[in-house]
Every structure is written in C-alpha cells, then in structure tokens.
Nanobody
Framework: QVQLVESGGGSVQSGGSLRLSCAAS???????MGWFRQAPGKEREGVAT???????SYADSVKDRFTISEDNAKNTLYLQMNSLEPEDTAMYYC????????????WGRGTQVTVSS
C-alpha cells in the first residue's frame, strides 16, 4: 500500500526559501512522483514531476525557482523552493501515479506553505 507523508511547510516572507519533503512507502519503479498545490478558491495544479530517469518538468510559474529531487535510498521526494512569492501560498501535496496512468492515484495529506509580502 502506498503512503505519502509531506513535511517542511511553513510561513516565510517573500524571497525566502523552504524545502518540502515527502516520505514515501510502498513505492516501486512503476510509480511516478510529483508535487501539486492548491490555493484557496483555485483549482489544484501540478508544480513539478520527476521520472525514473531523473528527468524533471515544472510549471511555468515555478521554473528556475523550484527544484524537485528524490533520494531513492531514503524513499523521499523533495521540493526545494527558492525566491518564494505570495502567489506560491497554497497547500502542497505529494502524489504518485502508476506509470500507465495519467493522473495521480495516491496523495498525501498536504503541507501548508504561506508566503507573506
């Protein structure tokens, strides 16, 4: 059974940094991982994904500011967030899908990120 637990959220001022972590269990090579976020009153959006070959993709709004990475030995997914802006304020979720699925099947409970100006 896949379980995802996020941590590392908090409150920072504009321009600050945070690193989110996602502790994953039950994950295997068939799974693809990513980070999503949802701000109040807005739809959930994809932030970053990482493939098994370590290739990554990012939403245009976070390119050059956020970095997704993983530590397979620790079964942990990370999201390094730099130059944070108030528009980055949201609940951030770790998610996983099986390689043949288009949408994530497994979700963590989320960690709140709040950026003040």
């Amino acid at each position: 059974q896949v379980q995802l637990v996020e941590s590392g959220g908090g409150s920072v001022q504009s321009g600050g940094s945070l690193r989110l972590s996602c502790a994953a269990s039950g994950i295997s090579l068939i799974h693809r991982m990513g980070w999503f976020r949802q701000a109040p009153g807005k739809e959930r959006e994809g932030v970053a994904t990482i493939e098994n070959d370590r290739s990554t993709s990012y939403a245009d709004s976070v390119k050059d500011r956020f970095t997704i990475s993983e530590d397979n030995a620790k079964n942990t997914l990370y999201l390094q967030m730099n130059s944070l802006e108030p528009e980055d304020t949201a609940m951030y979720y770790c998610a996983a899908r099986r390689s043949w699925e288009k949408e994530p099947r497994y979700w963590g409970r989320g960690t709140q990120v709040t950026v003040s100006s």
